[in-house]
């Protein structure tokens, strides 16, 4: 079966940095594209980034561009979120997921991981 496992979570301080891992299995990989989703307490599940199949194509939300670089190695079925200058506000659950067209809803994508606790304090 599919399976997308998410880690490299943790507790940080403001300004830190830090590298989310997703671990896909049970699809081909490079036929996907993939995002990354978060959600905070008491919030909706929201788009942060997501890379085309390839990896040449990537788009992110407005909040996180210029701090966070999502990445891919199709070799390894594995995406990446490399995440720098960590606000409070980036503190959510975070979530990998995969689709075969390349959307930043929530709705369009088909598999998703478990997710990784993020938590940046002050």
């Known amino acids: 079966q599919v399976q997308l496992v998410e880690s490299g979570g943790g507790l940080v301080q403001a300004g830190d940095s830090l590298r989310l891992s997703c671990a896909a299995s049970?699809?081909?990989?490079?036929?996907?594209?993939m995002g990354w989703f978060r959600q905070a307490p008491g919030k909706e599940r929201e788009f942060v980034a997501a890379?085309?199949?390839?990896?040449?194509?990537?788009v992110y939300e407005d909040s996180v561009t210029g701090r966070f670089t999502i990445s891919r190695d199709n070799a390894k079925n594995t995406v990446y979120l490399q995440m720098n200058s960590l606000q409070l506000e980036d503190t959510a659950v975070y979530y990998c997921?995969?689709?075969?067209?390349?959307?930043?809803?929530?709705?369009?994508?088909?598999?998703w991981g478990q997710g990784t606790q993020v938590t940046v304090s002050s």
């Open positions: 890379i085309n199949r390839s990896g040449g194509r990537s």
């Open positions: 049970g699809i081909t990989f490079s036929s996907y594209h």
């Open positions: 997921a995969a689709d075969r067209s390349f959307s930043t809803n929530t709705y369009d994508y088909d598999y």
